[in-house]
């Protein structure tokens, strides 16, 4: 059976960074406090004029020529985002005609918040394995810059903006590839971290507007509880499934919201902390972007060798999160 295997990465950061020294600017809040809470110390936010889909198509053009992949060639593109264009066209239409697929070529995205590109990857794994497709995009894009509420510290000072992208290839060899993934959700809990309004259940009206209503709302504690617990356990689903044990990973590319999430996955999975690609200092919270984005990273940096595990796991708004592992 064919599995999917990642055979060319690519990122997109904008330029513009966000310290928390502007932040404390902006908001009654320290540099102390957001390090010490969260371990970010500035993020990228994209430029006016630009969209989603241009990091994307960015970020994807990179995973094509890392992979020497035309985009011509490219059968299909998945793209994970909250914060797409527009509510309607996806994203992913956007993208693959702005990176030169074929005409025709399937286009589509996957609503699962943080953990978007980690569904993303799941489908891409689905019709490789059933011969749909052999080469896919698989991106994860946010422009979180753009749905943030700047007056509120408990979030504004959590996310940033990027895109990152994995051109996965069906791989016969039957070792190499998506081992597993296992994906979760749970609706029940999505107050806990929503936009309330600009859907059909609250279309946005003036008072919506006025409200903020169009604008993310988190709460942190419980947000941050969740994603320590149900990442742990996707995590050890994982490793069950594979009859791998903590010391057969070789990285952890894990979302990169909170340090302190991190650290507590880290001691509960029982792998150590070295062995977990970070970047969240660099570029907060990006959402469906972080995964592959720190993939990206970590591909270049030389940190993913012929035949490492490599686990991944995502949680965010839904709930939905979950985990991979990438035989590389
Ligand atoms: O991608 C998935 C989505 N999101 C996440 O994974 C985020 C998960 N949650 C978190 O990362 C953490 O809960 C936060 C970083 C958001 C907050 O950290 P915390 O340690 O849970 O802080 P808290 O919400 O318990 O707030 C502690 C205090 C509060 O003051 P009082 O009530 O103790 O007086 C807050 O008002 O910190 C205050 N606070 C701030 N102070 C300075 C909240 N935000 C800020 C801020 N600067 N930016």
Redesign the pocket.
């Known amino acids: 059976m064919n599995r999917a295997r990642v055979v060319g990465t690519g990122s997109a950061l904008p330029e513009r960074r966000l310290t928390n020294a502007d932040?404390e600017k902006m908001?009654?809040?320290?540099d102390e406090?957001?390090v010490e809470?969260?371990g970010i110390h500035e993020r990228r936010i994209l430029e006016e004029g630009q969209a989603a889909s241009d990091l994307a198509a960015t970020a994807c053009r990179r995973a094509c020529e890392a992979a020497n992949v035309p985009p011509t060639d490219v059968d299909c593109v998945i793209v994970g985002t909250v914060t797409a264009d527009m509510p309607m066209p996806s994203c992913a239409a956007l993208v693959a005609h702005k990176i030169g697929c074929r005409p025709g070529t399937p286009a589509f995205d996957v609503a699962a918040?943080?953990a978007g590109f980690l569904y993303g990857l799941s489908v891409a794994d689905a019709f490789v394995a059933r011969g749909s497709y052999r080469h896919i995009l698989v991106v994860g894009v946010e422009v979180l810059s753009r749905i943030i509420d700047w007056s509120d510290?408990?979030?504004?000072?959590?996310f940033g903006d990027g895109a990152g992208a994995a051109l996965v290839t069906a791989e016969s060899d039957g070792k190499r590839g998506l081992l597993s993934s296992h994906l979760h959700a749970d609706g029940s809990l999505a107050k806990d971290?929503c936009i309330p309004a600009g859907g059909s259940a609250e279309p946005l009206t003036a008072q919506a507007l006025a409200e903020k209503r169009n604008k993310v709302t988190?709460n942190?504690?419980e947000?941050?509880r969740y994603?320590v617990k149900n990442l742990s356990a996707a995590c050890e689903q994982a490793l069950a499934h594979n009859h791998l044990t903590a010391d057969d990973v070789n990285l952890v590319v894990a979302?990169q919201?909170?340090l302190?999430?991190v650290e507590g996955v880290a001691a509960r999975v029982g792998v150590p902390l070295e062995r977990f690609f970070l970047n969240l200092s660099r570029y907060g919270?990006t959402?469906s972007a972080?995964v592959p984005i720190a993939l990206d990273e970590a591909v270049r940096q030389g940190k993913c060798k012929i035949n490492d595990n490599v686990l991944m796991c995502a949680?965010?708004?839904g709930f939905a999160w979950g985990s991979a592992v990438m035989r590389w």
């Open positions: 932040l908001v009654q809040t320290s406090w957001i809470r969260t918040a943080c510290r408990s979030t504004c000072v959590l971290l988190m942190g504690r947000v941050f994603a979302h919201a909170n302190r999430i919270n959402s972080s949680f965010g708004g």
